[in-house]
């Protein structure tokens, strides 16, 4: 494991930066934060200008909820590497937890400059642009997110689908719920976002099968039981 063969190297090479911070990021990916924070401050007592190092303390402190010292370390990493894109996506996200929306679009939006092909900088930019309403810009970048290979396809197109619905457009909400679940039939949330779709657009008998993939997939869905209710209640018109 990373974690056998970091402590190794450390053990070996006790004065050397690298292997102290190579452990650090195993310790931080087995959840072990406390430990994690301490091999990187000695990576970075060893060799003070590490950008990777750190990146990675700030991962431990965002984790571990230290934000204005995980802002710090993430911004001295972008100092000693201005183009450093992760370390300036990071910055993002703890611009995220403090929910400082236009802080978080300017750093994710620098990111995705800095790395295009990095489909959580779009996602995250839209989602900051979102929360600041400038909507059209979201679905923008919302949309070049889906366009790039990535383990959250299904959340990208979930979330175009939400915008979409909130407008009140939904043959373009419909499109998207149904993307998200071409991606991940599994995706609770994209059927219960289809079939309020199919609801508002009288096919009641759809919203109805919708809503019990939902509950079958989540039981307790008190979201999915309330559209199962109302899609029980309306009448069967509409190609429904």
Known sequence: SDLALWGDAVRKDPAVARPHANLGVALLRAGRLDEAGAELRKALRLRPEYPEALDNLGDVLLEQGALDEAAASYREAVRLRPAYAEAVFNLGRVALRRRDWAAAAAAFEAAARLDPRNPLAHHDLAYALTALGRTDEAIASYERAAALPSPSADEHRYNLGN???????????????????????????????????????GRAGEADDLYRRALRLRPGSAEAADGLRRALAAPRSGGG
């Open 163 to 201: 915008i979409y619905a909130r407008r009140g457009d939904l043959a373009q909400a419909r499109r998207w719920y149904a993307d998200a679940l071409r991606v991940n039939p599994g995706h609770v949330d994209a059927l219960i976002g289809l079939g309020g779709v199919a609801l508002a657009e």
